[in-house]
């Protein structure tokens, strides 16, 4: 099988020679040998990124559940259980793989670990909507500092013809838990209350943090200073900002004050956090990451397919429910097949599909995608069985998404060093997000005041899809055109 081969930095005159690049004046870190050590710290990377995705999708089956546990409080608010998990998740991300690659992946992987784990308990205990959703929005915090910080380790530690493998492996955890999320949080609160669905984590994040303390070396210290304080503010804030104001819109209204504050503070907090990255000596976005071609396309290629996929998770379990009268947890295990399938494609683009082709494992894999929302988008008003038209399209998106994940996450690592793997995980992982905020906004939009049956509506939701997931393949294929192949790849 044959792996990524990044480059070394002295050989790339693209990246890392600018202004704010702030690489470290040791020596290069020695290429990871291969043995059980890999593997365990894959294995505490994928648990906890499980974890960080299935809390951004169990929630949702729990509302009915919250509204009688909280019924003074309006669903409006209370929709802000999930929503503040997912705006400080996208807001942090980028910061938190600067932080990583300037603290050590193994502190951060801990504090973030042991922060999810205490904010989930405090989650569980929360009297009231007010503090549930603060330990909501601390918990979506905490997640932020996990995902680049496991993919950090992942990558550090995996020898590089392996990286593509542990990719597959690390991208499945994250696909499946997101896809899974409803179907084990209908079980956990049919079983025994919304409280659960944050318990759970609490042993699982103990157990983590414990192993990795015993199994992850320690780092040496990399000597560069921390990112710019204020630039990484704006940063969070406009990120932040944006997420909130998409996420809002359809129930506040798009020319709500509020929401244009939101979108239009976000934006111009983030071009302050750019500007400001310029001529910083640490700058809170590495700017020079996006030079390198490959990494630049695989952005834009995650912005286009996380609106995709994200339209898709909110969108496939409520088309079951709202057409076809599917209970929670029936939509919930109606979607599984396709997350199973999802991380099969994970497993097999890691393990089987060589460097130089992965821009077609995302071009494939997002035309995959877009003939899921097609079979869907033709057959709307059709009476036909889950297994005739729900079923094969579902399992088109379950293995487009294990596809398009794995080979983005691939490409956008493929030329980085190693001082730069979660500062870049941190942006490909942000620009996903972010799409997946236009994506949600554009689904909650076109179902807004549908009814049940309002075929029309769900029409122009599976072809939102469509169109976004045939822009991915595009972005796919631009990265071919780059003509960044390696000797051996």
Known sequence: MTGVRPEPASARGDVGAGAGSDLPTSPPARTPAAGPGAGRVLGLASAVTFLAFLDATVVNVAFPDLRRAFPEVSLARLTWVVSAYAVLFAAL???????????????????????????????????????????RALQGAAAAGMIPAALGLVLTHTPPARRAAALGAWSAAGGLAAAVGPSIGGLLVEWWDWRAIFLVNVPL?????????RVVPREPRTGRRLPDPVGTA???FGIGGVVAGLSQGADWGWTDPKVLALVLGGALAGALALHRSRSHPAPAVDRDLW??????????????????????????????????????????????????????????????????????AVTVGSLFFAANALLLWGWVDDSASYAQIFLPAGLLGGLGIGTVVTALSTTASAGLPPQRFAAGTGLLMTARQLGGALGVAGTAALLTGAGAGAGEHWRGVFLLIALTSLGAAAAGCTMRLSGRTRPGD
């Open 291 to 360: 030079r390198d071609p490959l990494f630049a396309r695989a952005n834009i290629g995650a912005v286009l397919f996380g609106a995709a996929m994200y339209a898709w998770l909110l969108s496939g379990p409520s088309y079951l429910i709202g057409r076809w009268n599917y209970s929670v947890l029936q939509a919930g295990f109606g979607v599984t097949p396709g997350a199973v399938l999802a991380m099969a494609g994970a497993l097999v683009v890691g393990r089987r599909v060589p460097a130089r082709f992965q821009w077609a």
């Open 205 to 213: 994040g103990l157990a983590v943090a414990w192993a990795a303390a």
């Open 93 to 135: 991300l980028a910061a938190a793989g600067r932080l990583a690659d300037t603290l050590g992946r193994r502190a951060l992987f801990l504090g973030s670990t042991l922060a999810f784990t205490l904010t989930s308990l405090a989650a569980s205990a929360a009297p009231s909507a007010d503090l549930l959703i603060l330990a």
């Open 234 to 236: 704006a940063l969070a």
